[in-house]
């Protein structure tokens, strides 16, 4: 069985552990990675029980597994067998999951880097040349020499020397700079707060392909993403914001003032864009969301329900038109930009994803008197790109 030392030991004003990073704190973000690595016990340094560690504790039961507090580190006395393997994290460390699962899961290992930037940092010298990463997994049996030691010494400063001592094996950390990860040791909140835009850049970089709205919705999330992550609102006020100015689009438009409807429409998927850049940035949760209904889902098919309906009702019609006939053009043209990305599936398609985008175009253009030339254009424009567009293996029947 593979068991977890983490650490919320109060340091100065506050413990590491309970430091946030765009609304994720030290201590869940360690959680999240020795349950990567399997652990079925999380045993937690710290002096009592806080609000901080409680939630912590709810977080690990909802995975199901033990987590036990302990004062210090002779309390794994007894509890650690000699078959099971002990992952430990040092106080304040807040790094990459997915790295920490690549340098750990070959073997047990000491992670080491450079000391020359290292302990500037505030991680331990190990050697004049080398320092602890922060991280190690050792075999069970070595916990027993912590009998030998006293009772208040550093817990994973007593671990890193016992592993050292019997030989474990001495992995390095990839150079600083390299990859997309993170890997540093925070002591307070300036460093956490120094550290949020880097964490939230690399959170949401790739997320999907390029389109001016996301672009525009990642720099919006950069700028106030903190804030509200640090709120505890995050995705869910800006998903109600965007429902809401859904509605009063629709409420607009309803009242015959389609320029400021398609505004307010672009400014609703805006928002909704940049929901999902916080949804990736929380995506680091110890048990995932149930799957259910995607809101997101939901939420594109409204708008694109209420841009056929605000064009449908802008654009000028004969007295004799039906209902049917006036909502055709509008309706052919949001089919179509559904279609056309599936089949050509090539990155500039995601521009036609971007229904801000389409919304000022509309909206431009009933400004102009061209709105019906620019929405007939558009159907045949889209029609074409899926016809003649070289497409390889992608098609809509197989030839």
């Not at 340094?45 to 912590?56: D, Q, V, W, Y």
């Not at 331990?124 to 080398?130: H, T």
């Not at 019997?166 to 550290?195: C, K, M, V, Y």
């Not at 389409?358 to 008197?369: F, M, R, Y």
Request: proline letters at 7%.
């Amino acid at each position: 069985m593979r068991v977890a030392l983490i650490s919320m030991l109060e340091t100065g004003t506050a413990p590491r552990g309970a430091l946030r990073v765009g609304g994720v704190s030290v201590a869940l973000e360690q959680l999240v990675l020795v349950l990567a690595m399997g652990c079925e016990r999380i045993f937690c340094l710290a002096g009592r029980m806080t609000p901080e560690i409680a939630a912590l504790q709810h977080e690990a039961e909802r995975a199901g597994v033990r987590f036990q507090l302990i004062p210090g580190p002779r309390g794994l006395l007894g509890q650690v067998t000699a078959t099971d393997e002990v992952i430990a994290l040092v106080d304040g460390l807040f790094a990459s999951v997915s790295d920490a699962v690549a340098l750990l899961e070959p073997g047990p290992a000491v992670l080491v880097q450079p000391a020359e930037s290292a302990v500037e940092a505030g991680f331990e010298r190990i050697d004049p040349m080398l320092a602890s990463g922060g991280a190690l997994r050792i075999p069970g049996r070595l916990v027993e020499r912590l009998a030998d030691l006293p009772h208040d010494c550093d817990a994973f400063s007593a671990l890193l020397r016992i592993a050292l001592q019997a030989g474990i094996t001495q992995r390095s950390l990839p150079p600083a700079g390299q990859g997309d990860g993170f890997w540093t040791l925070l002591e307070n909140e300036e460093q956490a707060h120094a550290l949020e835009p880097l964490w939230i850049r690399r959170r949401i970089r790739h997320i999907r392909p390029f389109n001016p709205t996301r672009g525009l919705a990642r720099l919006l999330v950069r700028r106030f993403g903190p804030a509200l992550l640090h709120a505890g609102s995050g995705s869910r006020f800006v998903t109600a914001a965007a429902v809401v100015l859904l509605v009063l689009a629709l409420g607009l438009g309803w009242l015959g003032w389609p320029g400021p409807a398609l505004a307010v429409a672009a400014t609703s998927w805006l928002l909704g864009e940049a929901s999902v850049v916080l949804k990736r940035i929380e995506a680091d949760r110890v048990v995932p969301a149930r799957r259910g209904i995607s809101w997101h889902g939901l939420f594109d098919w409204g708008i694109d329900g209420l841009l056929v309906l605000l064009v449908g009702w802008a654009i000028p019609v004969e007295p004799a038109t039906g209902p049917l006939e006036q909502l055709f053009p509008p309706l052919m043209v949001m089919a179509l930009l559904r279609i056309v990305p599936r089949v050509l599936q090539h990155p500039w398609t995601a521009w036609l994803e971007d229904r801000a985008l389409l919304a000022i175009l509309i909206g431009l253009a009933l400004l102009a008197g061209v709105a019906v030339p620019v929405i007939y254009g558009l159907a045949i424009l889209l029609a074409a790109c899926g016809i003649l567009w070289p497409q390889g293996s992608s098609r809509l029947t197989s030839s």
